[in-house]
């Protein structure tokens, strides 16, 4: 059986399938010190318990977050990502026009102002108080 606490320090180095078989292993231990638990009625076993979840946690964590770094990766150049991996923002942000879409003007637009532009006076207006 292994010692129960693991440093993420030392998963990051490790292979998929490594991380898999720890921790398959850690999840075997963790049902036996359950069945130990019920079965002997005392809490010593409670600690261990506690440091093989947050064990279990840490390698899933890992998994998890390597799995992520090459799905980004992979995505980096395409057109479209899946939406865990854009950015989050705020709903009113991501639903906001882009700066392309901002500066476009219709073509009714274009004819309006090209055949009344904006008239430049010599004098410039005093405001009357």
């Known amino acids: 059986m292994?010692?129960?606490?693991?440093?993420?320090?030392q998963l990051w180095g490790k292979s998929k399938e490594d991380l898999r078989g720890q921790l398959a292993s850690l999840k075997t231990e963790l049902g036996q010190l359950?069945?130990?638990?019920v079965?002997?009625?005392?809490?010593?076993k409670l600690n261990k318990i506690h440091d093989l979840r947050k064990s279990i946690a840490?390698?899933?964590t890992i998994i998890n977050t390597t799995q992520r770094q090459q799905l980004r990766l992979f995505y980096a150049n395409k057109k479209y990502q899946p939406l865990d991996l854009r950015p989050?923002?705020?709903?009113?942000?991501r639903r906001q026009l882009t700066k392309h879409q901002q500066?476009?003007?219709?073509?009714?637009?274009?004819?309006?102002?090209?055949?009344?532009?904006?008239?430049?006076?010599?004098?410039?207006?005093?405001?009357?108080?």
């Not at 079965?39 to 010593?44: D, L, T």
């Open 2 to 9: 292994s010692s129960g606490k693991v440093k993420a320090a």
């Open 34 to 37: 359950r069945t130990q638990k």
């Open 39 to 44: 079965a002997s009625g005392a809490s010593s």
């Open 58 to 60: 840490r390698i899933l």
């Open 88 to 93: 989050k923002k705020t709903r009113a942000i």
């Open 103 to 129: 500066r476009k003007v219709t073509e009714k637009t274009k004819k309006k102002v090209s055949a009344f532009p904006p008239r430049n006076f010599a004098v410039a207006a005093q405001a009357v108080r």
